[in-house]
């Protein structure tokens, strides 16, 4: 039996707390509220309200009038800052108001406000989950910032409940960087839905090489563009790329671009839906430095884009029995090489390996299973914390799903 059988039992008031509403994370947050109002449970979001625009409008579209909890926020900085504690005091009115049974926090900020309230007094309160994300664990460790983060972590381990990894990997950098020794905790990976397992073809003028994501310096954006460059001669020509989305360091790529000689050949038409960018390059090139399970991966693979990807974070997951086709980030040389080779492979070739990873990840990385294991998460906590024979009856079948 499943989470979903066990909600039956018992419905749930749910209230989810991140930052801002972007990339993966806001995609993660959506999804999961989407199917748990689904299935039952009243479900509430609470994030940075600065941030709106035609994306979060158009995902929070999904789901208007099922969030029985409310869409509520206020401004959050990304960085610590003295309106935190406004923030916070605003946070805590909310679950105030829903009281909800289950406070989840998604990333590091807001996984900051779902659990440090209740730090003094552990055992009270709503059960605190907390998805990483990546966060800042993804920082380079030994910097002064990074200890002071990695401190907060393994502080509010007191007031975790449920620990919530989105990857295995993002799990092996909480046990190396903070400590195994913590509370419940369970590998929950990202899931795509059905729909996103149909193939989307290039457009007769696609460009060669495309990119997706946020314009910033993990992203390795700038190996690509030396990449591309190296290119050019063996080519014959400079390759065309599209670098699809917006971020702090697109005057930079547009810069370095110039400075290679290879501007004329790259665009940056901003933000879109992801399944119309897939449409504009025939190869889709994740040159990441750090990642944590990327959503665009995932759904690259359903659409059976060809990937050319560097073998860092939880991709690895991703690509599972396939791993041998990563290769290492920071490496325009290489990046260049394996850039070129998928240019070179035969058509028939391509689209075998893009069916063999779809394949793989429709198996693997559903968004039933994702919140399933997330509703189990949950439940297991609930039992651990309260001797109710209902909520341990509810966790028992959930646990045995």
Known sequence: MSAEHGAQVRRLRILHVFRAPLGGLFRHVIDLADEQA????????????????????SALSRVAGRLTLGVSGCPIYRHPHPSDAIVMARFMRKVGEVKPDVVHGHGSKGGVYARLPWLLRPASGPVRAYTPHGGSFNYLPGGLMHRAYMATEKLL????????????????????LVGAETSLRRIVANGVSAAEFVAVPPNPDAAEFLYVGELRAAKGIDTLLDAIALAGPKHGAIPRAVLVGSGPDMKILIARAQSLGIAHRITFPGPMPVREAFKLGRFMVVPSRAESLPYVVLEAAGARVPLISTDVGGI??????????????????????????????????????????????????????????????????????????????????????
Not at 38 to 54: I, M, T
Not at 166 to 175: Q, T, V
Not at 354 to 380: C, N, P, Q, W
């Open 157 to 176: 381990t007191l007031s975790t409940d449920v620990f919530l990894f989105e990857s295995a990997y993002i799990a092996r950098r909480f046990d190396a």
């Open 316 to 401: 690895p997951e991703i690509f599972g029995p396939y791993g041998d086709r990563l290769g290492p980030s920071d490496s325009p040389t290489d990046l260049c090489q394996r850039m070129l080779a998928m240019l070179r492979l035969p058509q028939e070739t391509r689209e075998r390996q893009a069916a063999e990873l779809a394949a793989y990840v429709e198996k693997h990385f559903s968004i039933r299973t994702m919140v399933d294991s997330v509703l189990d998460g949950y439940f297991e906590a609930m039992a651990r914390r309260s001797p109710d024979p209902l909520r341990t009856r509810v966790s028992t079948v959930a646990s045995n799903a």
């Open 38 to 57: 689904a299935r039952g449970h009243d479900v509430g979001l609470f994030f940075d309200s600065a941030c709106r625009g035609e994306n979060v409008a």
